[in-house]
Nanobody, 127 residues
């Protein structure tokens, strides 16, 4: 079983920045992907960004068009940790942000089929 723990959410003013962290523990895969999704009140969960590890330190990235240029994703494989740097935040970025993880397949990008989830962290962008 994989456990995911997110941190770094909070209240920020429009135009501000936050960095979310997600640490995985328990059973981890030799080849896996980790990603971020978000869910705003009354809306479905949507993909934000993901990485697929390649070897010990390199990874592929995939970022949703809605946040491209403002958000970036990074990770440290040895620490089983992925980060989401969020800049130029807007009120519409307000949501609960969830970390997901799963095995990597041969297809990339792949925004579906994440089986393991964290508890979520609230991000509120408001003045």
């Amino acid at each position: 079983q994989v456990q995911l723990v997110e941190s770094g959410g909070g209240l920020v003013q429009p135009g501000g920045s936050l960095r979310l962290s997600c640490a995985a523990s328990g059973r981890t895969f030799s080849n896996y992907r980790m990603g971020w999704f978000r869910q705003a009140p009354g809306k479905e969960r949507e993909f934000v960004a993901a990485i697929r590890w390649i070897g010990t330190s390199a990874y592929n990235e995939d970022i949703a068009d809605s946040v491209k240029g403002r958000f970036s994703i990074s990770g440290v494989n040895a620490q089983n940790t992925v980060y989401l740097q969020m800049n130029s935040l807007k009120p519409e970025d307000t949501a609960v942000y969830y970390c997901g993880a799963d095995r990597s397949g041969s297809t990339w990008p792949n925004r579906l089929g994440f089986d393991y989830w964290g508890q979520g962290t609230q991000v509120t962008v408001s003045s």
